[in-house]
């Protein structure tokens, strides 16, 4: 049976098109309105709200939380003090990905911890004797990310805590006289904050929100939406632009933190006597340079584009709806170079971009690679070049 989610009795409302689709067991919007751009520029010019209550959340807790956090965690916790939180990783013993999280510093001893796949296992069998309790509050829990250019606005007529928290703080404050924890942190590349707040405290919370965003035409976002600002903010997705190492079969399915470029993650590594999980594996890596892939951003030639498709006598699509499957990226010969994830058309940009996976020596801003587009049911090859990821990043995101 699907589940929902505390905002449900809310948001089943305001869905226009009834497409619902299944996440971690819930139901999720994949669209609200029929034009998903209609939601996407919420997040870009006003404000969105999605509900993210499907992600798993862990509160981890007691006097070893900290070295037992730094000795699983691939990204340093110990740099992370009380009040902040931290986009981090985890990795097998041979340096590959498991998955990606968003870690909540509340205190000395006491962490949150989100993830889009169940780790509570994985988590409590590495324990050993250290004075540590995890425990699954993923229902306990509703999360809404709040996004956009005037989120700041909206939350701060609700609590004077989001008119001056930092870039990636938490803090915990109260929205309708309800008890929440704020974190200015989201998966859009905009300004933007999470909410958590207790599940019977949801609607309560919801309806402040709503009533504080109306003048500035807040209206909630799916799933699409999402993706859409999600790839131009070059933010990677499980399952689409790498999968978790424990369910590959080959290492071929596997990719390492260097090669998803979360190299920015060990830069002091050397500096440094932690031990962790895959630490020997990614040391090895960095010293005999033997990553396979670096990730970087591709923004097609939009001339050579238009040009494929009118050759064939077709109307250049520009559809926005991001494409989350493989293309494969070669070079002027056709000989086989590597392979894109995710796909779309920028109505922002203006252009066609994707993130793909290029060997490292190919891998430089400028660098050349020719797309495969199935046109016609036949293979086209549309010229892209290389540029740094993020594809947009906006000032207003830290400030």
Known sequence: MVKTTPFYPRLAPLS?????KHWAGYAAAQNYQFSTLFEYFAIRSGVAVFDTSPLFKYRIQGPDAESFLAGVLARDIRSCPPGQAQYTIWCDSDGYMLEDGVVLRLSDDEFLLTAAEPNLLYFSNLIGRRRVEISDISKEYGILAVQGPHSRTVLAQLTKAAADLPYF?????KIAKKPVILSR?????DLGYEIWIKADDA?????????AGAGYNIRPMGLWALKMARIEAGLLLLDVDFASAKHAWVDGQRETPLELGFDWMFRKLGGEARPFIGRTAIENEIKNKTSRWKTVGLMLDWQHYDQTYENLGLIPPKDTTPIEE???????ERNYLGYATSLMYSSLLKRHIAIGKLPPHLSKPGSEAYIELMIVHRPQYVRANVVRLPFYDPAHKKQ
């Open 16 to 20: 226009e098109t009834m497409l619902w």
């Open 169 to 173: 703080h938490v803090t915990q404050t």
């Open 185 to 189: 942190t989201g998966y859009t590349g």
């Open 203 to 211: 609607l309560a919370v919801w309806d402040a929100l709503m009533e």
């Open 326 to 332: 493989a293309h494969s990226l070669y070079d002027a």
